[in-house]
Every structure is written in structure tokens, then in C-alpha cells.
């Protein structure tokens, strides 16, 4: 069901990574990205037709469909939706950056200008799960940051006749969102990248990428940065446990499951100093698995590489193991686990205690679920209203604060052999002439 790795007798022993990287993934996105580029919105529609086995009649949704959407929507749903835009909502307004105006000298200020990305692409995967959540996790940040043009796209459902699942169309509709692409995987964000207008299309390119997606679309984020801004490489999930004795090894079991039924290539990985406990998780997957709806990619996820139990000596050694491994979602089901949680330095969303599983943070915690994936939590962060954000600094100085500072500026530019950048401050202040 799943593999044990016991660290305590060989602590040099690699963590569970997937084999298939993203750096092997880029020699197949790559041509792609390139032909999307050179082709426009011919070659989107090529790609979809073979990799979701349909062709839309258009790449753009209309109104029409996006309205059906959200009347034909389950009530429950809606309810549900709208209950995780507001909790979203809150701590994105919260966390939203001011403007910062900071005097250095008299007649002298440096402000920090918040300005939101004048237009950004947001990716929402419909593979083997139709990831509605995802709608509100790019949009809610993009439309509390202040960005004006925002467009999505998500594959297209050949159940559908090609648009994309009707929960996501409602979910645009729900949100305000009406600039919807039926298009997936690489050829998506590219088309976003790169747009369509070169190539006789009506996509306008965008300035950020955001959003969740399979190895092929972190390939394509990697591939397609510089051209266009990215959140960071957030490829199949990943969930990290640290337990101990004090843990329920079915809420464990349960967790580990839940992030497995998103994909085989899910990572799933439990770390603990307690044999005891490995051993009732493990019983308890082999109870809980059998029954679940998608028992056989769950079935895959856990047995592959990418899984494992993880034994360890003590807490200290489990905290070591997490900050190493970096996961995109960490739990902690230990004694004193706030304390636990506040010694981890790399983690995407950090779920403290028991009561916290990371399914709450996939849809109404409050907190965003789009997070870096694969070790990339050690120098990325989670999707937040600061991505749809940039800083620009406005510098003011009067006559008499440059006169002020200004030989300062000459003779550091001297120093650099830079001696026109000095006299560009002499010029003003009478050094030179």
C-alpha cells in the first residue's frame, strides 16, 4: 500500500520525490509553447483536440454559457462558493499592502507605490477533477489587488461539447469573470503568454500567469517565465504529516488519502517517530482506501516513490525531515503542535492540530490552495494578493535635499568609475558645469 523509509538507521536516505521532474517534462512543453507562439489560436485548438479529445467550436466561451452556468447551479454549491469567496475575501483584503511614503531627509521622500498587474491569466486544471475551488483561489486575490483585466481558461470537457466543466463556467459567472478560454494544459499558458493577436487571433497577452496544473503545466511555467510573470511551479500535490503517539491514525490515514485522490503522481507522506503509529496508519489505509470513489489513483499515488511512511528518532528529526522536504501542504498532528509549526521554515500552508485537516484549506479555511509544489517551498510562497501586486518606488527630492546628499552621490559614482553619473548631480548643484 505504501513504502516505510526509516531514517533512524540511515539518515542520508533520499525523501520521496516523484521520478518524472519538471525538467524532463520541459524537452515536451517546450515545441509546444513555441508552436502555440507561431500559430496562435489554430494551434491551441489542434492541441486540445488531441489531448482532451475535443475541439471547441470556439477557444472563447460565451455569455450565454457562463449565465446557464451559474442558474443551472445546485444551490448547495453556490452556497458553498460563496461562503469560500467571502473567508478568502477577508484575509486578502487584510494582507493587501498600502502605499508607504517615508521622508529620509527634509525634502526628501521615497514612497512605495502599490500598483496591481494591469493584467493577468488565471489557470484552473479540469483533469481528472474539476477544480471549481481553484476559480476562487486565483480570482479573489486578482480582483482584491485591484487588477483590471483578468482572463481564465481551463480545459475543455468533451461531455461539454467542449466548453469547460459547467461548475467552473458558474463559478466565473459567480465571480464576474467573462473573458473564459476552453483551453488546457501547456498550450493554455502559452496561448495567455504569448497571446493570439500576432497570429491573427483576440487574446491580448497578459503580465502574470497563476494557478495550479500537472507536470506539464509547472514544465510550462518554467519555460514561459521571462516572458510572463508566474506564481511559482505548482504541479501534482503533495501532502506532509509530522504525528506522534498523540495522533488519530485514521484522521491521518484520511488526510493522506484525500490528497492522493487528486492525482497517481499525488505524494502523500507521513513522518513520525512512532513505529506504533505507522503501524495503525497503515492498517487504517487498508481499511479506508477499499472503499474510497477513485480507490485506484489513490491506489497508485501511495505506492508510488513519491509516498511513504518516514520514520524517524524524535520530533526534532521529523522537523528537520519537513523543512528539507519543503511540502506543498504540511500538517501537524503532534503534541504541542503549534509549537512544531512554528520551527518549520519551508512549507506552502502549515495545518496545525487535529482539528485542521489541508481538504479545509482546499476550499473555506480562509487560507489560498494554489502553493509550490515539488521542494520549490523552500524559495516560493503560496498564491496571494501580493502576486497580483507590484511595488514601485517614486523618489521626490527638492533642490535643497539633493544639495544635501549630492557629493555623496559623486563620490560613490567615482568610485565606480562612473563619473558622468556624479556629474548629473554636479550639473545641478554647481560642481560642474
Not at 15 to 28: M, T, W, Y
Not at 360 to 366: E, N, P
Request: net charge negative.
Amino acid at each position: 500500500m505504501i513504502r516505510r523509509l526509516d531514517l533512524r538507521t540511515d539518515p542520508t536516505a533520499e525523501l520521496p520525490r516523484a521520478q518524472q521532474d519538471v525538467e524532463h517534462a520541459l524537452h515536451v512543453v517546450g515545441p509546444l509553447c513555441d508552436d502555440v507562439r507561431a500559430r496562435g489560436e489554430e494551434a491551441v485548438l489542434e492541441y486540445g483536440e488531441r489531448f482532451d479529445g475535443v475541439r471547441p467550436a470556439s477557444l472563447r466561451v460565451a455569455p450565454e454559457y457562463l449565465e446557464k452556468a451559474l442558474a443551472d447551479l445546485d444551490p448547495a454549491i453556490r452556497a458553498g462558493l460563496e461562503e469560500s469567496i467571502a473567508r478568502l475575501r477577508t484575509t486578502c483584503e487584510a494582507e493587501l499592502e498600502q502605499t508607504v511614503v517615508t521622508t529620509v531627509a527634509p525634502g526628501a521622500t521615497v514612497e512605495r507605490r502599490i500598483v496591481p498587474m494591469q493584467r493577468v491569466g488565471l489557470y484552473v486544471p479540469g483533469g481528472l477533477a474539476p477544480l471549481v475551488s481553484t476559480v476562487v483561489m486565483n480570482t479573489v486575490p486578482a480582483q482584491v489587488a485591484g487588477v483590471g483585466s483578468i482572463a481564465l481558461t481551463s480545459p475543455p470537457q468533451a461531455e461539454f461539447d467542449g466548453l469547460p466543466h459547467p461548475t467552473i463556467l458558474a463559478a466565473c459567472a459567480l465571480l464576474g469573470i467573462d473573458e473564459v478560454y476552453a483551453a488546457g494544459g501547456a498550450q493554455a499558458l502559452a496561448l495567455l503568454a504569448y497571446g493570439s493577436v500576432a497570429t491573427g487571433g483576440s487574446v491580448q497577452p497578459v503580465d502574470l500567469v497563476t494557478g495550479p496544473g500537472n507536470i506539464y503545466v509547472a514544465a510550462a511555467k518554467r519555460y514561459l517565465q521571462g516572458t510572463v510573470a508566474i506564481d511559482s511551479e505548482a504541479g501534482p500535490t503533495e501532502i506532509a504529516v509530522i504525528a506522534d503517539d498523540t495522533a488519530d491514525p485514521a484522521f491521518v490515514a484520511a488526510d493522506l488519502i484525500s490528497q492522493s485522490e487528486h492525482d497517481p503522481m499525488a505524494a502523500s507522506v507521513l513522518v513520525t517517530p512512532s513505529d506504533a503509529l505507522a503501524d495503525a496508519v497503515t492498517a487504517e489505509l487498508e481499511r479506508q482506501v477499499p472503499t474510497a470513489t477513485h480507490q485506484a489513483r489513490i491506489s497508485t499515488s501511495l505506492a508510488g516513490p513519491q509516498s511513504a511512511i518516514v520514520l524517524v528518532a524524535d520530533l526534532d528529526q521529523a522537523v528537520d525531515v519537513a523543512n528539507a522536504y519543503a511540502a506543498e501542504h504540511l500538517e501537524i498532528q503532534t503534541a504541542e503542535a503549534a509549537g512544531v509549526a512554528a520551527r518549520i521554515v519551508n512549507a506552502g500552508a502549515i495545518f496545525v492540530g487535529a482539528w485542521t485537516p489541508v481538504s479545509l484549506g482546499d476550499y473555506a479555511a480562509g487560507s489560498n490552495h494554489v502553493l509550490p509544489t515539488a521542494g520549490c517551498a523552500c524559495h516560493s510562497s503560496g498564491l496571494s494578493v501580493r502576486a497580483f501586486c507590484k511595488n514601485v518606488h517614486v523618489v521626490t527630492y527638492t533642490e535643497a535635499a539633493l544639495r544635501e546628499v549630492g557629493h555623496h552621490v559623486e563620490v560613490l559614482a567615482n568610485a565606480e568609475d562612473l563619473p558622468s553619473h556624479g556629474a548629473a548631480v554636479g550639473i545641478r548643484t554647481g560642481r560642474t558645469r
